[in-house]
């Protein structure tokens, strides 16, 4: 047996058993990846991340996310939990930076919350979307939309009037896992944040995810041009729940949350 040390971190969480789960596992080299994407499936979590020391030096270290069925292109939830992984380990550290394959170097740094509590910011790439009709998603989706927003990288937004019509939502999955791995995100004005939305990502396996990074990325340039300002609070209206400090800092969006480690242990990968 190989022993992967395993992490299991609720990331925009300040409790266990909130926020969005995630499974940190660092590695010293990459192994073929229908290793990693079996990893992945035993897990079950919406996303593993899998994190190697980077050889190149333009990071850290080098990210992959897995979710039971697919590796994606990014994900922000498991980069805030690898985040914590490596800070949480040497407080003298502030900033640790990843390589990605397809969304460019990310970082995660200290930070001080709304609340005045420590916590994390985040910075991701931020974006943008144009305003579309898809007639077959929002059908799926249901409600009164009032705009639909998309970016060719499989991002879709649905704008509605209130959050309780996006809380009242009961999408149909079968019919979005038939549009492929897009991401769909119902969103409207907050009553105790500025935004509050839910994601549904049925094609990548993931029904309703818990609370989504790289839809907040989405939603930072939306919600800023909406707002008239580059910063404002979100929460993701999961069962689980998590709040989301947005900002929009040129073309990064700079998420901010906090993460609660759950279990610590120790993967067995048969040799």
Request: with cysteine.
């Amino acid at each position: 047996m190989t022993k992967i040390p395993y992490a299991h971190i609720d990331a925009f969480a300040d409790r266990p058993f909130t926020g969005n789960q995630a499974a940190v596992m660092p590695l010293d080299s990459w192994p073929e990846d229908d290793v990693l994407q079996a990893i992945g499936e035993e897990n079950n979590f919406a996303e593993t991340a899998f994190i190697v020391p980077d050889k190149s030096g333009e990071a850290d270290f080098e990210l992959r996310w897995f979710t039971p069925s697919v590796e994606i292109r990014l994900c922000g939830h498991a980069t805030l939990a690898s985040g914590h992984f490596i800070l949480s380990q040497d407080n003298a550290k502030d900033l640790v930076t990843f390589r990605t394959r397809k969304a460019g170097i990310l970082s995660v740094q200290r930070g001080v919350m709304a609340d005045a509590q420590p916590g994390y910011d985040m910075a991701l790439p931020a974006i943008t979307t144009e305003q579309t009709d898809l007639p077959e998603a929002a059908k799926a989706m249901g409600g009164e939309i009032l705009e639909i927003w998309r970016n060719p990288d499989h991002y879709n937004l649905f704008r509605y009037g209130s959050a309780e019509e996006v809380l009242a939502l009961r999408p149909d999955m079968k019919a979005l896992a038939a549009l492929g791995h897009d991401s769909f995100t119902a969103t409207a004005p907050g009553t105790e944040t500025d935004v509050v939305s839910r994601v549904f990502v049925p094609g990548a396996g993931v029904d309703e995810d818990s609370v989504t990074g790289s839809a907040h990325c989405v939603l930072t340039p939306y919600w800023a041009g909406q707002l008239g300002r580059d910063s404002f609070t979100a929460y993701q209206a999961s069962e689980r729940g998590g709040h989301v400090g947005c900002r929009l800092d040129g073309d990064k969006a700079i998420l901010s949350g906090k993460c609660v480690t759950v279990v610590e242990g120790v993967f067995n990968l048969p040799d």
